[in-house]
């Protein structure tokens, strides 16, 4: 089974705080996303990464960054939290680009005040 | 740029009855996910449609393609509580997916 856990499930940040939502996945998947989901407004890509110290913006990449040191973790950081950022992020995970289904974790509930 | 579009976006249903979720997407792809999301929880996938004419079938779902319209319909049958969730579909851009907005559904006893 696969598995991708996100480090926390509900986070409370203050405006200007910088803030890092981590993402572990445990099957050696390469390619890894991080999305932020909005009612009315679907999922939203952030950043994704093909690989290891690899990034790609996606459609919504201002106000965030992204890092992939290991293969297994992806990191998304919010350099200085604003209230529009505030809501549920998801990381997904897959095996690579030949594989098509995406794999979610739990999602992070964020709120900034 | 690609936008995807479902309707509707609320559904309620009574149980026993059938209903239909459309998908219709602006660009050519010839893949396509549906996925389920329950209240708090993360996105599960329910099918992958590689190819146009792909229908794909489990338990009261049952979800078509049809590239050429660019349209993928997700059917529901016979409805049960259990269903009650929120559905997404994804077109796939290669690189990357496009969600929907998300029909959220409601099965009323």
């Known amino acids: 089974d696969v598995k991708v856990t996100q480090s926390s499930r509900y986070l409370v940040k203050r405006t200007g705080e910088k803030v890092f939502l981590e993402c572990v996945q445990d099957m050696d998947h390469e390619n890894m996303f991080w999305y932020r989901q909005d009612p009315g407004l679907g999922l939203r890509l952030i950043y994704f990464?093909?690989?290891?110290?690899?990034?790609e913006k996606g459609d919504i990449p201002e106000g965030y960054s992204v890092s992939r040191e290991k293969k297994e973790r992806f990191s998304l950081i919010l350099e200085s939290a604003s209230t529009n950022q505030t809501s549920m992020y998801l990381c997904a995970s897959r095996l690579d680009r030949g594989r098509y289904e995406q794999y979610f974790g739990p999602g992070t509930r964020l709120t900034v005040t | 740029e690609l936008k995807v579009e479902q309707n509707p976006l609320f559904l309620s249903m009574q149980e026993g009855k059938n209903y239909t979720i459309y998908c219709n997407y602006s660009?050519?792809?010839?893949?396509l996910y549906w996925y389920r999301q329950d209240p708090g929880k993360s996105l599960e996938s329910l099918f992958v449609?590689?190819?146009?004419?792909a229908v794909k079938q489990e338990g009261r779902l049952m979800a078509s393609l049809d590239t050429k319209a660019r349209l993928s319909t997700l059917h529901i049958t016979a409805a049960v509580h259990d269903l009650s969730a929120t559905y997404f579909c994804a077109v796939d851009r290669g690189e990357k997916l496009t969600f929907g907005t998300g029909t959220r559904l409601t099965i009323i006893p």
């Open positions: 660009t050519t792809s010839d893949r």
């Open positions: 990464s093909y690989d290891v110290k690899m990034k």
């Open positions: 449609l590689l190819s146009n004419g």
